[in-house]
C-alpha cells in the first residue's frame, strides 16, 4: 500500500506519516473492527490486530496521534522479531571439541529464488578460520554433523 503523497495524513480511519499507514478496516471475521499497519513500499501489512470499538458500539475508535505512535512501536517489534527469526533459521552454528581444541562451525544459508547457497565454516578458539566451504542449503548442521565434517578434513559436504 503506497499513496502519492509523502504529507501526514490525520483522518478517523487513515493515519499516515509519510512512513506508516494505519488503516481501520472492518473485521471479516465478526463485527468489530480491525487496523492494519504497513511500511511503505510493502505489499503485505506488517501488522494487523483488533481495534477498539468507539462508544457508540457500531463504529470504530477514531484514530489518534498516541495510538498511532503505539501501532508503529508495535509494527516495528513484530518485524525485527521476524527479520531475528530469519536470521536465526539460515545461521546456525554450534561448538563441539576435537583433541582438547573448541571450534565452533557455522552454517550460513543465502536464500535466493533461483535456489539458495549456503557456507559451512569453521573457526577455532582464536577466531582463526580454519576452513570455509560451499555447502547444500539442504546441510543439516549439529554436532554429530559439525564432527564428521571435521573428521573428514573439511571436506565439501555432499
Request: hydrophobic share 40%.
Amino acid at each position: 500500500m503506497t499513496f502519492d503523497t509523502d504529507e501526514p495524513i490525520h483522518e478517523n480511519r487513515l493515519w499516515s506519516d509519510g512512513h506508516w499507514t494505519a488503516r481501520v478496516i472492518k473485521n471479516e471475521d465478526d463485527d468489530g473492527w480491525a487496523v492494519a499497519m504497513h511500511l511503505d513500499g510493502a505489499t503485505e501489512p506488517a501488522l494487523v490486530g483488533p481495534w477498539t470499538m468507539g462508544r457508540d458500539k457500531k463504529n470504530p475508535k477514531p484514530l489518534d496521534t498516541a495510538a498511532f505512535n503505539t501501532l508503529v512501536k508495535t509494527a516495528k517489534e513484530v518485524i525485527r522479531r521476524s527479520e531475528q527469526q530469519l536470521h536465526a533459521e539460515l545461521n546456525k552454528n554450534v561448538t563441539v571439541t576435537v583433541d582438547g581444541q573448541r571450534l565452533r562451525v557455522a552454517l550460513a544459508i543465502v536464500p535466493d529464488e533461483e535456489g539458495a547457497t549456503a557456507t559451512l565454516s569453521a573457526v577455532n578458539e582464536f577466531d582463526e578460520e580454519l576452513a570455509r566451504v560451499p555447502a547444500p542449503p539442504t546441510f543439516k548442521l549439529n554436532v554429530d554433523s559439525a564432527l564428521a565434517w571435521i573428521a573428514s578434513g573439511f571436506v565439501r559436504p555432499r
